[in-house]
């Protein structure tokens, strides 16, 4: 059986494609509930109710999964960013429409930012890895890139842009998350302008 059946964890088209789902999403809750060190192949099986040696059938063993798990996530919100990209609205109004769109993707599945986030600061990013990121953020980096040129926004690193504006939406994902704000209480434009007010040229 292949591994690289499926575009999305969350898309399912066959019986393979079916296990290798349930696989990706019980890794996904056992890794955001216990951390990437705490968390064992016999406990993502438990959390997907499949024996031990199925999740070898699909992966060769847990460091392969999670990578798998970050690209998988990473097309996910490849394919939101470049959904909500037009060319006929100002660059304003596209980051607002991006902002939005993947903070409603965080809402609906909260494991998500939280794997982000962890991957981020562990020791999978290696520097193979850091060199295919680009790929993962490629269009949003074109996005800055082209709102640069147009003296849209502040001139600064790529990188240092996607950090002023990614990390409230999953500093405002967790605070919900924790019950430390409602969403009906929530002015949800009102967050996406003082990100876009962070990064704009005055």
């Not at 079916?18 to 990706?24: A, F, G, P, S, T």
């Not at 962890?118 to 060199?131: A, E, G, N, V």
């Given at each position: 059986?292949?591994?690289?059946?499926?575009?999305?964890p969350?898309?399912?088209?066959?019986?393979?494609?079916?296990?290798?789902?349930?696989?990706?999403?019980?890794?996904?809750?056992?890794?955001t509930?216990?951390?990437?060190?705490?968390?064992?192949?016999?406990?993502?099986?438990?959390?997907?109710?499949i024996?031990?040696?199925?999740?070898?059938?699909?992966?060769?063993?847990?460091?392969?999964?999670?990578?798998?798990l970050?690209?998988?996530?990473?097309?996910?919100?490849?394919?939101?960013?470049?959904?909500?990209?037009?060319?006929?609205?100002?660059?304003?109004?596209?980051?607002?429409?991006i902002?939005?769109?993947i903070?409603?993707?965080?809402?609906?599945?909260?494991?998500?930012?939280?794997?982000?986030s962890?991957?981020?600061?562990?020791?999978?990013?290696?520097?193979?890895?850091?060199?295919n990121?680009?790929?993962?953020?490629?269009?949003?980096?074109?996005?800055?890139?082209?709102?640069?040129?147009?003296?849209?926004?502040?001139?600064?690193?790529?990188?240092?842009?996607?950090?002023?504006?990614?990390?409230?939406?999953?500093?405002?994902?967790?605070?919900?998350?924790?019950?430390?704000?409602?969403?009906?209480n929530?002015?949800?434009?009102?967050?996406?302008?003082?990100c876009?007010?962070?990064?704009?040229?005055?």
């Open positions: 059986m292949e591994k690289n059946q499926s575009k999305s969350l898309v399912t088209r066959g019986k393979v494609k079916d296990k290798r789902v349930v696989i990706l999403n019980a890794a996904l809750t056992t890794i509930t216990n951390g990437f060190h705490g968390t064992s192949i016999k406990m993502i099986a438990n959390e997907a109710k024996a031990t040696g199925t999740i070898y059938i699909y992966f060769t063993n847990k460091e392969e999964m999670i990578v798998e970050y690209e998988e996530i990473g097309k996910e919100i490849n394919d939101i960013i470049s959904k909500n990209l037009s060319a006929v609205i100002s660059t304003y109004q596209n980051f607002i429409n902002w939005t769109a903070l409603n993707f965080y809402i609906k599945d909260p494991r998500k930012p939280e794997f982000l962890q991957f981020t600061y562990s020791p999978y990013i290696t520097s193979k890895y850091d060199q990121s680009n790929i993962f953020l490629a269009p949003i980096q074109r996005f800055f890139e082209d709102a640069k040129n147009k003296k849209t926004i502040k001139p600064l690193p790529n990188l240092a842009l996607i950090t002023l504006t990614h990390s409230p939406i999953t500093a405002l994902v967790r605070m919900l998350k924790y019950e430390q704000v409602k969403l009906d929530i002015k949800i434009e009102q967050y996406s302008k003082a876009w007010d962070a990064i704009k040229i005055n």
